[in-house]
């Protein structure tokens, strides 16, 4: 495909778009899937028929919308009325009702509940109207197994101009303007990266993106893969023009459901049949061609160095760095590993350039950051926010707080090598610096908020079940190291603690952190020190009075009647 | 204990089995690359149920790879089973957000209930119980996976009834 016909065949698609009426947008996220969103389609599908609106409504199959827990969901555009927790009979209404006789289907607006009437513009409401969608913008919205839906949207026009006036160094530069840094989570700034894997010169080089998002509680790649797969590859494709690669990888994790491998699948095929991806992109002279490679469940293989041992097929076990990857990395060439959603943001960055995405967000930390949001909160879901941000405007006015009346205890970012933020820094600004000064980290983008029936000493020491079941088992401090404190912790919460134990945790925890290989077992102790740390009062309750504070832990030391 | 040298337990697997012919379709398609490795164990895994050591041994041959190299490599990720497995699965989400919500309550309701354990099975083998490190469910947490089949919003009070629902293993 040459650039006139891809022009026309972006400006045909958009002419589609906009003639076919009002476009019927049921989410088929996983999330809404799973609560019977299949059946809302075939519902809507066979509505729009019968009412005999197919010329005036189009029925889309689009990505995930953001509130999982409103679930099903079907928006109505260009009218932007979403409606919730859709099942087949309500979905025949919503077509009856809002397209044939031009009425809002109220009870079942977005956010209605028994007290509230729901909201007709989502937008106004504070999930919406709190978040700044860049990475996000297009999901939800588009049809991700249909490139020309992408195309229409603005699709490649960033990868385009890269290639056709800017210059690889341009690219850089841009990204580096841009203050975007690491979305997996350790904030490295991203153009420093690809500089380095630019200046060094090889034969071969590779891009990888990084989609073996392992946290517990964290959907924010798997969602972006479902809902804007092309997004990411023309992110790759940016990426691969500056430093000068020809081949990518994307490493998909294992233990998702096929949709998200099954999206970039038909996505990496669209894209090399329009010409976007494989030999003279655009007839640029520029080659580039992504595989996909899936994961078979193991944590440690979202450390880098584990990844790309692992896509070459062996134990996914890491290695010392350096070399760095961008030096040394897949099959020793100079290789470009970035996470899901850090690709997802440069078509942007390129398109309105970085000095426009430097303005969001704070100074350290610019930009927008997309966050899963689950546990005890009322709208748990995708958002996506602008760094700066605090943890009580997510919590609270995005999230709509803590249901049942129950009191906020923390907030739990980064995962198993995570931390625990409480209650008195809920007014921190969420930004690299911040959450790491509180002993926690941005992490990936898993936000898990607890209530006071969760109890901080199990949360450890479930944490440490989890990096001990995890760990690879190459170097002795993460390998025996997380199996002494997950057996102090047991202990612990069975009512068998005593204070020794607790000097010999603090004693352990360093020792494990600084002597590990890599992040795993770096971080391993991360949600023990930052528990002793906020709740430490907890730890010496379930030890001095064989109690549990928040009545999780089975006692089974405890006195008879003290549980 | 197994004893160590099971070569004498190894059937040889050719190509004549159609299985057999689906994974080296598989190889095929990676120009028989041995990087293919675990891209073909998750192939194999699929068309034979679980890995076992005929099917470890044949893939190894045709990917040039020695057999403890593939050995390895199946039992460090958790996705692979060199076991034939249950009938019936269930898969109890034990993710932060699920854990939150109180999927150790269900996990003590399946134990309770029908002595169903993670590695040790019910039902005279015929059923088994997995833990998974988060299913991207959080939304719905907590979730259980009956059969493939997504239970949201779980309760420990009546999860050992839909497990008895779905699967038609009774307690």
């Known amino acids: 495909m040459n650039v006139a016909e891809w022009e026309a065949r972006a400006a045909a698609a958009r002419e589609r778009m906009a003639a076919s009426g009002t476009r019927?947008?049921?989410?088929?996220?996983?999330?809404?899937?799973?609560?019977?969103?299949?059946?809302?389609?075939?519902?809507?599908?066979?509505?729009?028929?019968?009412?005999?609106?197919?010329?005036?409504?189009?029925?889309?199959?689009?990505?995930?919308?953001?509130?999982c827990s409103q679930g099903p969901l079907v928006r109505l555009d260009p009218d932007g009325v979403v409606y919730q927790k859709m099942d087949a009979s309500k979905a025949g209404r919503v077509i009856d009702k809002h397209l044939k006789n031009k009425a809002l289907l109220r009870e079942s607006l977005l956010f209605a509940g028994?007290?509230?009437?729901?909201?007709?513009?989502?937008?106004?409401?504070?999930?919406?109207?709190?978040?700044?969608?860049?990475?996000?913008?297009?999901?939800?919205?588009?049809?991700?197994?249909?490139?020309?839906?992408?195309?229409?949207?603005?699709?490649?026009?960033?990868?385009?101009?890269?290639?056709?006036?800017?210059?690889?160094e341009e690219v850089i530069g841009e990204v580096k303007m841009s203050g975007l840094r690491g979305r997996g989570g350790a904030g490295f700034p991203t153009g420093l990266k690809w500089e380095t894997a630019y200046r060094h010169v090889a034969d071969h080089k590779y891009v990888v993106c990084n989609g073996d998002e392992g946290d517990?509680?964290?959907?924010?790649?798997?969602?972006?893969?479902?809902?804007?797969?092309?997004?990411?590859?023309?992110?790759?494709?940016?990426?691969?023009?500056?430093?000068?690669?020809?081949?990518?990888?994307?490493?998909?994790?294992?233990?998702?459901?096929?949709?998200?491998?099954?999206?970039?699948?038909?996505?990496?095929?669209?894209?090399?049949?329009?010409?976007?991806?494989?030999?003279?992109?655009?007839?640029?002279?520029?080659?580039?061609?992504?595989?996909?490679?899936?994961?078979?469940?193991?944590y440690v293989c979202g450390e880098e160095t584990a990844l790309l041992i692992s896509i070459e097929g062996r134990r996914g076990v890491p290695r010392p760095r350096p070399p760095f990857p961008a030096e040394s990395g897949l099959w020793g060439k100079p290789t470009l590993l970035n996470n899901v959603e850090t690709y997802a943001g440069v078509a942007p960055i390129i398109e309105r350039g970085g000095e426009w995405y430097s303005t969001i967000g704070t100074a350290k930390s610019m930009g927008t950051k997309v966050f899963a949001l689950a546990g005890a909160i009322n709208r748990t879901g995708l958002i996506e926010v602008p760094m700066g941000i605090t943890l009580r405007e997510i919590i609270y006015d995005i999230g709509g707080g803590i249901p049942g009346g129950r009191r906020f205890k923390a907030a739990q970012t980064g995962g198993p090598v995570g931390g625990c933020i409480p209650e008195q820094y809920l007014d921190v600004r969420v930004d690299y610096e911040s959450l790491v000064g509180l002993g926690s980290m941005m992490g990936s983008g898993g936000l898990i908020v607890m209530d006071d029936t969760t109890c901080m000493v199990n949360l450890a020491r479930y944490f440490m079940e989890f990096c001990m079941d995890e760990s690879c088992g190459k170097c002795v401090p993460c390998r025996v190291g997380t199996r002494q404190m997950h057996l102090l912790l047991s202990r612990i919460c069975g009512g068998e603690g005593t204070e020794r134990d607790l000097a010999l945790l603090e004693e352990l925890a360093p020792y494990c952190r600084e002597a590990s290989l890599c992040g795993l077992g770096q971080g391993a102790p991360n949600t023990l020190m930052s528990t002793l740390r906020h709740f430490r009062d907890e730890y010496l309750v379930h030890i001095r009075e064989k109690r549990c504070p928040a009545g999780e832990c089975a006692m089974a030391g405890a006195p008879a009647g003290v549980r | 204990m197994e004893p160590l040298n099971r070569a004498s337990q190894i059937k040889t697997l050719t190509a004549d089995d159609p299985r057999a012919a689906r994974v080296l379709l598989e190889i095929e398609r990676y120009r028989r690359s041995p990087d293919a490795l675990i891209q073909v164990l998750h192939v194999a895994q699929d068309v034979f149920g679980y890995l076992s050591l005929d099917v470890l041994q044949f893939v190894g041959r045709e990917l040039k790879l020695p057999p403890s190299h593939v050995y390895g490599v199946a039992t460090f990720y958790h996705l692979f089973s060199l076991k034939p497995k249950a009938e019936h699965r269930v898969v109890v989400c034990t993710g932060t957000a699920c854990q939150v919500r109180g999927a150790e309550k269900i996990l003590e309701a399946l134990r309770r209930g029908r002595g169903l354990t993670k590695g040790s099975p019910a039902a005279g083998g015929r059923l088994s119980l997995d833990h998974a490190h988060c299913i991207g469910a959080c939304g719905l947490a907590p979730a259980v996976l009956i059969d493939e089949r997504m239970q949201a919003r779980a309760d420990a009070g009546s999860i050992d009834g839909l497990v008895t629902a779905v699967t038609g293993v009774p307690r």
Do not use: W
Not at chain 1, 125 to 147: K, M, T, W
Not at chain 1, 230 to 254: H, K, N, P, W
């Open chain 1, 24 to 67: 019927v947008c049921v989410c088929s996220g996983a999330s809404c899937m799973v609560s019977g969103g299949d059946a809302v389609l075939e519902a809507t599908e066979k509505a729009v028929k019968s009412a005999g609106l197919e010329g005036s409504a189009r029925v889309v199959k689009v990505g995930c919308m953001g509130t």
């Open chain 1, 114 to 168: 028994p007290a509230e009437p729901g909201v007709e513009r989502p937008s106004e409401h504070p999930f919406y109207a709190r978040q700044l969608q860049v990475v996000l913008e297009h999901c939800g919205r588009i049809n991700p197994e249909d490139i020309d839906e992408y195309l229409a949207v603005g699709g490649y026009r960033a990868l385009y101009k890269a290639l056709s006036s800017m210059s690889p």
């Open chain 1, 216 to 298: 517990p509680g964290a959907f924010m790649d798997r969602a972006v893969m479902e809902g804007d797969p092309q997004r990411i590859l023309e992110g790759m494709a940016i990426a691969a023009y500056a430093v000068g690669a020809d081949r990518g990888f994307i490493y998909v994790r294992g233990e998702f459901p096929p949709l998200a491998i099954r999206r970039l699948g038909i996505a990496i095929e669209q894209a090399r049949a329009a010409g976007l991806l494989g030999r003279n992109i655009l007839e640029t002279g520029f080659n580039f061609d992504i595989e996909i490679r899936i994961g078979a469940g193991a």
